[in-house]
Structure formats: structure tokens, C-alpha cells
């Protein structure tokens, strides 16, 4: 009786936290479409996730580029299918490593830094001083992150398959002998619009994943420097699950026949 | 439906008699000491809030008059600060009915409510002034954002509100991590006065601070509200600042008001609760878990 009690109380509290989560997002959401617009706060974030999110998702992508060609290069050459290494590269890249890894990356970095700001605001009564302010919290806080996520997510995406490909290009060229001019005909000549553009859009959910993450577990923290510290836990695991998981349903959606 | 009319014109007529008569009493004795006690500005009826088991206010009634300064004591954890923010809306209440000049506030959707917020200004007990914002922006919050002011009108308002809690310009352009703990506190009660709201809630004030700076708050928040004519609400535990700047005080003790009375009688209270806490003694009826 206590086992079927606790699985009850268990599911109320998955969906009490569903619904809320759900309501947040929509709230969110909406602050996209209706004034006031804080555009000091959407450029201020802008900044923070695309230009300062820059150095560690060009390193991601470089050596990820680069260990690719090593690793393909094993593999292909054992049936002399070398020349298929640049298409490897640039599709793996562009389709999946891109936006998959730069996304892990920002939910890292991002995510946790406004899990942490937002439930530091909440711990230190920041976000009921909003309230009383006559601002509405959602719309001052979450709404301008979710839109610098998901324009900024695409561009360093965008960013990220070009330093990559260079980076398997360097070492295909400079360690492994490849032809400079055949590498690069290959890696153009088989690459179609959308192995990039899916890529760009998967960017853009995982962003507005980040996003929602970082703020829904920073504004629902618990109480003292414990709360923020788990809010900043989960808001990179959530994030981090949902990336995969949403990887694998676009890409589904996108390439299934 | 003879019947149905008769009975309404007795009822009116009663109803006009019993004003009239009130009207008599109260006009003699509306204004004490520059209270209007003829209509409450703000009036809680049966107020409840609970959290799961826990009740932190129980079917709570209190009244606030126009211009007056409310002080509410109560113990550590007896439910002040979910007073006030319950009253504000920061918190939902369970039950209960809260009326600001005789209008229902505590059934209002969010819009509204935010309206609401810009008649309301809070001090917090730890300021919760914006990390990253400047001095100048977090004492000129609302009015950038709530008044849409232009930004050097509401530059020149902050600094002046600033100077009104004796701080210079020199502060203007800080941010808060930069100033000491009674100086948060005046940056902070500056930002609570910016748009010279109608009530201004306190929520202990002078808690942290040294006795000096303590009682350079309590001048603030008189001089305050004697500038802005607000209707002002404070939660302490602090005796001395309730003396200072309260006209009325009220103790709040299991999630009830159980004394309200004028702050000159504090000391003849004869509530043997409220005798006990604002003599700090540890027998009584008010059990110490030690």
C-alpha cells in the first residue's frame, strides 16, 4: 500500500512540476510578443551567450575537426576510401558534432551561469523586488535570454561548422598529406543547403532549451547557497538530457524518408 | 414583491440612520495626529496562508489608517514578512479579503496587479537591490520601467531621493556591491520612495545594522513618510525603532493579531504575550525552545 501511495505522490509532483514548467515556458514565450520589450537586457544578453560563448565553442569545434580526420582517416584507409574523409567531416559536422556540441558547450557555460544569477536574484528577494517594482519578472529576466539563446545559438552553430571543418582541414592537410585543393572540392562538392540549415535550426531549439533550463531552475531554487548550487546542477542536466534528446527527434523529423 | 420593497426601504432607511450617527462619532474624532481613522486605507479580513501542514496566518483581521504607521512585532518565524507579502500580493492567500481604499486587491490578475505595484513601495529586509545595476538605476528602477521617464528626469529624480537619505552624488554611479551595509539600506529605502507611493511597507528595517545607523533608518523612514504622506506598514522585532516611528502597533503571535494599540500605550498593554515580548523576558507564555 505504501509503494502504490508513494508511486502517486511521486507522479502528482512530476506533473505539479510539468505543468509549472510548461506555464513558464508559454509565459516566456509570450513576453516575445507583447511590450514592453527590454532591449537594454536583450543586447546585454546577446552579448553574454554569443560573443563571450565564442572562445569555447571555436575550441570545441577545432579539435573535434580535427580528431574526426585522425579518426576517419583509421578507419577509411583500412579500404583505401580516403576521399570520402572531407564529406565525413563536413557532415558530421555541420549535421550533428556542430550543433550538438556547441549546444552542450553553451548549456554549460550559459545555463548554469543564469541558473545561478536568477536563483542568487530569487535567494536575495532580487525578483520579488521586480514584483513590487511594477516589472514583470518573467519579462524582465527570462523572456531576453530566451531570445538572445536562440538568434545567438545558430550564429556560433554557423561559426562552429566553419572552425571545425578548418580544423579537419589543417590536419588533413598538414599532418596527413591530403591535397589542399581536393579536400576542399570535396568538402563543397557534396554538401547540400540543408545539412546546414538543420543544423542551424536544431541550434535554435537547444538555445531556447538553454534558456528555459538555466531560468525555470534558477527562478524555482530552493532556499540559501544550497538551492542555487542544485539549480545550477540541474539546469545543465535538464538541458544537457534535452539536447539529446531533441537532437534525435529533429533529426528524425529532418532526414526520416 | 411588496413585501421584497418594503423590507429594502426599511433596510435603506436603517442603513442611512446607522451612517448618520457614525458620521456624527467619527467626524469628532477622524484625525489623530494626522491619521484619518474615518476610513482604513488598507483593511485584512480573515486573512489565512499556509504552507502544507504549517498555518503561518490564521483568519487574521487588521486595519490600517490613512497616513498612519503601522509597526507589527512578532517573534522569529511568527509569519511577519508572509504578512506583508501577502497583503502586497506577493504572496496568494488562502482566504481572506484585502481592500486597499475600500477596493478588493487581492483578487486581481497579474496586469492588474502590476498597476497596482506602482501605488506600493517595499523595503527589503536585505535591500535586494539589482547586482548589476548602478546605484542611480536601481533608485530610478521604477521610473524607467513602470513611469517609462526619460532618463536624465529620472537621474535627476534619484539623485534627489538620494540626497534625501544623505547620500551624495559621489554614490550615483557605484554599484551596490560597493557600499557598505547601512548604506545598501539607504540606497534601498531611496528606491522604495522613488515614485512616492501611497503605502510603503518596512520589512525590518533596521535589522543588522549598528544602533547609530539603526536609528538614521528610523529618522529616514519618518522623514519619509512625512514627505510623501504615505501610509506606512513595518515588521520588527526591534522595540526601539517600533517607538520611533510608529503611531499604532500591532503583535502578531500564532497566526493572529492578538493586541493592536497606540504606541504610547505599549508599556500597558496588558496583553501578558505582547508584555512579555517587548520586554524580552524568557518565562511567560510565549514558549523558548532552548
Redesign the interface.
Known amino acids: 500500500m505504501e509503494y502504490i501511495s508513494s508511486i502517486g505522490r511521486y507522479t502528482l509532483k512530476f506533473l505539479a512540476v510539468l505543468g509549472s514548467a510548461v506555464i513558464f515556458s508559454l509565459s516566456a514565450i509570450a513576453g516575445i510578443f507583447f511590450a514592453?520589450f527590454?532591449l537594454r537586457e536583450i543586447k546585454n544578453n546577446l552579448i553574454e551567450v554569443g560573443f563571450f560563448s565564442l572562445p569555447v565553442v571555436g575550441m570545441t569545434a577545432i579539435f573535434t575537426g580535427a580528431v574526426l580526420v585522425l579518426q576517419s582517416y583509421v578507419g577509411f584507409s583500412r579500404f583505401s576510401a580516403e576521399g570520402s574523409i572531407p564529406t565525413v567531416v563536413v557532415l558530421s559536422i555541420t549535421r550533428e558534432l556542430g550543433p550538438v556540441l556547441a549546444g552542450l558547450m553553451v548549456a554549460g557555460r550559459v545555463g548554469a551561469a543564469m541558473a545561478a544569477e536568477i536563483a542568487?536574484?530569487k535567494v536575495?528577494?532580487?525578483i520579488?523586488?521586480l514584483?513590487?517594482?511594477?516589472?514583470?519578472p518573467i519579462k524582465?529576466l527570462v523572456t531576453p535570454r530566451v531570445i538572445a539563446c536562440v538568434i545567438t545559438l545558430p550564429c556560433l552553430v554557423l561559426i562552429a561548422d566553419i572552425i571545425g571543418i578548418m580544423g579537419g582541414y589543417i590536419v588533413a592537410t598538414e599532418k596527413l598529406g591530403f591535397n589542399k585543393a581536393i579536400y576542399l572540392k570535396n568538402t563543397i562538392h557534396y554538401l547540400e543547403f540543408m545539412d546546414v540549415f538543420s543544423g542551424l535550426v536544431k541550434a535554435a531549439v537547444f538555445g531556447l532549451i538553454i534558456a528555459l533550463a538555466g531560468c525555470y531552475n534558477g527562478y524555482n531554487a530552493g532556499k540559501g547557497a544550497e538551492g542555487v548550487g542544485a539549480a545550477t546542477t540541474n539546469a545543465v542536466v535538464t538541458a544537457s538530457v534535452f539536447i539529446l534528446i531533441l537532437n534525435y527527434l529533429t533529426t528524425e523529423i529532418f532526414f526520416s524518408k | 414583491m411588496i413585501k421584497k420593497t418594503a423590507v429594502k426601504k426599511v433596510e435603506n432607511k436603517g442603513t442611512s440612520i446607522k451612517a448618520k450617527i457614525l458620521s456624527k462619532f467619527v467626524n469628532k474624532n477622524t484625525i489623530v495626529e494626522g491619521r484619518d481613522l474615518s476610513k482604513p486605507k488598507i483593511l485584512v479580513e480573515g486573512l489565512s496562508k499556509s504552507f502544507g501542514k504549517k498555518v503561518i496566518l490564521d483568519n487574521l483581521n487588521l486595519e490600517v489608517a490613512q497616513n498612519e504607521s503601522l509597526v507589527v512585532f512578532g517573534g522569529s518565524g511568527s509569519g511577519k514578512s508572509v504578512l506583508i507579502k501577502t497583503i502586497i500580493g506577493l504572496l496568494k492567500a488562502d482566504a481572506g479579503i484585502i481592500k486597499l481604499d475600500g477596493e478588493l486587491i487581492s483578487d486581481l490578475s497579474n496586469t492588474a496587479r502590476s498597476h497596482l505595484m506602482s501605488r506600493f513601495g517595499f523595503l527589503f529586509q536585505g535591500g535586494a537591490l539589482f547586482d548589476s545595476l548602478r546605484v542611480w538605476e536601481n533608485v530610478a528602477f521604477a521610473l524607467l520601467h513602470g513611469k517609462k521617464m526619460s532618463i536624465v528626469d529620472a537621474k535627476d529624480v534619484a539623485l534627489s531621493k538620494l540626497r534625501s537619505v544623505g547620500l551624495s552624488e559621489e554614490v550615483l554611479y557605484l554599484f551596490p556591491s560597493e557600499l557598505s551595509g547601512g548604506m545598501q539600506k539607504r540606497v534601498a529605502l531611496a528606491r522604495a520612495i522613488a515614485t512616492n507611493p501611497e503605502v510603503i511597507f518596512f520589512d525590518e528595517p533596521t535589522t543588522g545594522l549598528d544602533p547609530i545607523m539603526a536609528n538614521v533608518i528610523n529618522d529616514l523612514i519618518v522623514k519619509a513618510r512625512e514627505e510623501i504622506g504615505a501610509t506606512t506598514i513595518t515588521i520588527t522585532h526591534d522595540i526601539h525603532s517600533a517607538r520611533v516611528i510608529a503611531n499604532r502597533v500591532a503583535m502578531l503571535y500564532q497566526g493572529k493579531i492578538i493586541w493592536v494599540g497606540d504606541v504610547k500605550d505599549m508599556d500597558k498593554s496588558g496583553n501578558p504575550i505582547f508584555e512579555q515580548f517587548i520586554n524580552g523576558k524568557i518565562t511567560g507564555p510565549i514558549k523558548v525552545d532552548v
Open positions: 514592453p527590454y542568487t536574484m536575495t528577494e532580487q520579488d523586488a514584483s513590487t517594482l511594477a516589472v514583470n524582465y
